[in-house]
């Protein structure tokens, strides 16, 4: 993930990607159609002007008594790739079940506000954004007719399923909304947040470790450190050179630096396609200097990677950063998914990226320049007084976590190998949540982000197969 916080977050189209092994979806193309819902700006305030929410439907499998599978690319645009393209396919097929996918408010087409100002960014909570799926489903079970072309039978059971932010979103669902909801997978979800989340930095560094160069690509860092601190300006015009990223400040560039290689690793990893990231690796085999390899790696990487039509024209939320921190506000317009999700870090999940403190005695495989007053400080010169006060993590947790204690009927699946596995409910310390019968935790070994959600194939990996299986098995159970 290259995003400053969580989740997705991930690249924006991060949930769904198939590797070059993976085999032809079972759905045929041209089974989706796109729809509108017209929705409230506030559910719950006094905003009550109207918007127009899009979503998309797949009824090829759909029969008399099915359920209604829902899910949302959260941090993405909605495409038909959600409803023809995911595991989810397989299981609608096995049970009649109706695929729905709804965008996500204030990404995509589906914007309740004319602009991304801070103003407008105030109705982007996660309350709102729940009832938004809420009122979806009682429509949905009471007068389906006008949201779907094809005759749903009444008082549908509806399974809310997802990965990263969205699997968060579908386990929040059914805690919030138990008599809408009748159960929830929920993959890689990241339901716990952090300020500091240098847990990513150390799962960035087994990895690299795992590829034998995490000490050499360490002291790169380290030695890359002791150049911007030094604020010797001729040095500082040195590295910008030698690793060919821009900004005005010391942070600036070492923040372009670190989310440019750290990103390109990760999101091999969360794929499970790592052939960029062991090109990472060659670089520190070839007896070079520390700070000589982790340039070309960064070089090498930033080349080689090619990122998502989405989430251009920013490389990384550094580089986003970086031009909010110039500019009164920003760029306003709409569909800017880094925006979106900027203020998102801002006021709900934080988990900014950052490198374990000094005194930790932990190995830093970012620079410690990039910091949480560094993130923090593009939040209220990009959003104003709308993202006051910033996240209290505590709070957060306590209320966001704690609200998925002993509910029922949600299946959690957890990445062994996942970056981003230090926030979901089965950390590498031990689990955030009772694994029970009703609501059980697979930690798939070897797997990595949300592959559970990714299309069957004869590659998939056995801890991958076992948790498809499972959870297949659950629903079917569940919805009975």
């Known amino acids: 993930m290259i995003l400053a916080c969580s989740v997705l977050a991930s690249p924006v189209n991060n949930v769904i990607k198939r590797n070059s092994k993976s085999s032809p979806s079972p759905s045929p193309a041209n089974t989706t159609v796109a729809a509108w819902i017209t929705q409230p700006i506030d559910h719950f305030g006094a905003n009550n002007g109207m918007w127009k929410q899009q979503y998309m439907v797949n009824a ?13 690319p959260g941090e993405s645009e909605v495409s038909s790739m959600y409803t023809e393209d995911t595991h989810f396919v397989s299981l609608a097929s096995e049970t009649n079940g109706l695929m729905v996918a709804i965008e996500h408010r204030f990404f995509g087409n589906s914007n309740p506000m004319p602009d991304l100002s801070g103003a407008s960014l105030k109705y982007l909570t996660l309350e709102n954004t729940l009832e938004d799926f809420a009122r979806f489903i009682r429509i949905a079970k009471t007068n389906s007719s006008t949201l779907f072309q094809k005759a749903i039978s009444a008082n ?15 386990a929040w669902m059914r805690a919030m909304y138990p008599d809408l909801v009748t159960a929830a997978w929920a993959s890689s979800a990241p339901v716990f947040t952090y300020i500091d989340f240098y847990h990513l930095d150390q799962a960035l560094g087994r990895h690299l470790t795992a590829r034998g160069c995490g000490k050499s690509f360490a002291q790169g860092v380290k030695e890359l450190d002791a150049i911007l601190l030094s604020k010797n300006s001729s040095s500082l015009d040195s ?12 942070q600036d560039v070492a923040a372009g630096i670190t989310s440019a290689i750290t990103g390109t690793v990760n999101m091999p990893v969360m794929l499970n396609g790592d052939a960029l990231d062991q090109s990472v690796c060659s670089f520190f085999e070839k007896s070079l200097p520390p700070l000589t390899a982790y340039s070309k790696a960064v070089s090498a990487a930033v080349e080689g990677y090619a990122m998502p039509q989405a989430i251009r024209p920013y490389r990384n939320m ?17 569909n800017q998914p880094f925006r979106s999700w900027y203020y998102i870090c801002c006021k709900w999940f934080s988990n900014w990226q950052v490198a374990p403190l000094k005194a930790s005695n932990l190995t830093a495989y970012r620079s410690q320049l990039v910091d949480r007053e560094y993130w923090q400080g593009g939040c209220q010169s990009s959003f104003g007084s709308s993202v006051h006060p910033l996240t209290d993590a505590t709070e957060h947790n306590r209320k966001w976590l704690g609200m998925l204690r002993d509910v029922t009927n949600i299946y959690y699946t957890v990445g062994e190998l996942d970056p981003w596995r230090d926030t979901t409910v089965a950390t590498v310390d031990g689990t955030l949540l009772s694994n029970t019968a009703s609501s059980p935790i697979f930690v798939m070994n070897g797997a990595t982000h949300t592959q559970d959600m990714q299309p069957d194939t004869t590659y998939d ?20």
């Open 60 to 72: 090829k499998y759909y029969k008399s008594g099915g359920p209604i599978y829902i899910l949302t």
């Open 156 to 170: 549908p059971k509806i399974v809310f399923v997802g990965g990263s932010y969205g699997g968060a979103l579908a």
């Open 239 to 250: 590295v910008r050179k030698m690793f060919s990223v821009t900004g005005n400040t010391a």
């Open 318 to 334: 550094a580089m986003y950063r970086r031009d909010m921190s110039t500019k009164s506000q920003g760029d306003l317009a709409l």
């Open 461 to 480: 990996l056995n801890s991958v197969r076992m948790a498809k299986q499972m959870g297949d098995s659950l629903i079917k159970k569940w919805i009975v």
